[in-house]
């Protein structure tokens, strides 16, 4: 069987699933004892979502934010805004092509 197509992670990104997302990192210093988050920019992600149970049997979301990898760095306690709806990142981690290319960030969000 012969394939001549070739897939491309970024073409994920400009599917309709994709949703723009803005990225609000921490700023290291706090002003007036509150954390403050700076405008990073633009880009596109994708949702992902995963249902559980917790240990009491109730049933929970955990949202999961597959985003394009040339957007700016990433780091837990930063902030993406999806939908107008703004969410702090519990977890990101690389997703990398075998070159060792970053083609997306996997974030948990709280």
């Known amino acids: 069987m012969s394939n001549d197509s070739v897939f491309n992670w970024l073409d994920i990104f400009k599917s309709p699933a994709a949703k723009s997302v803005e ?3 921490a700023n290291p210093h706090l002003s ?3 954390l403050r ?3 990073a920019g633009k880009g596109a992600a994708i949702e992902l979502k995963r249902s559980y149970t917790n240990r009491s ?3 929970e979301i955990t949202l999961e934010v597959l985003v394009e ?3 700016p760095e990433l780091f837990p306690g ?3 805004v ?3 709806e703004s969410f702090e990142l519990a977890e990101v981690k690389l997703c990398r092509s075998i070159s060792g290319e970053i083609i997306a960030r996997r974030c948990t969000v709280k």
Do not use: A, M, S, V
């Open 37 to 39: 988050y700076r405008c």
């Open 82 to 84: 999806i939908d107008g």
């Open 23 to 25: 990225f609000l990192p």
């Open 57 to 59: 049997g109730t049933p």
């Open 78 to 80: 930063d902030k993406i």
């Open 69 to 71: 990898g040339n957007t």
């Open 32 to 34: 007036d004892g509150i």
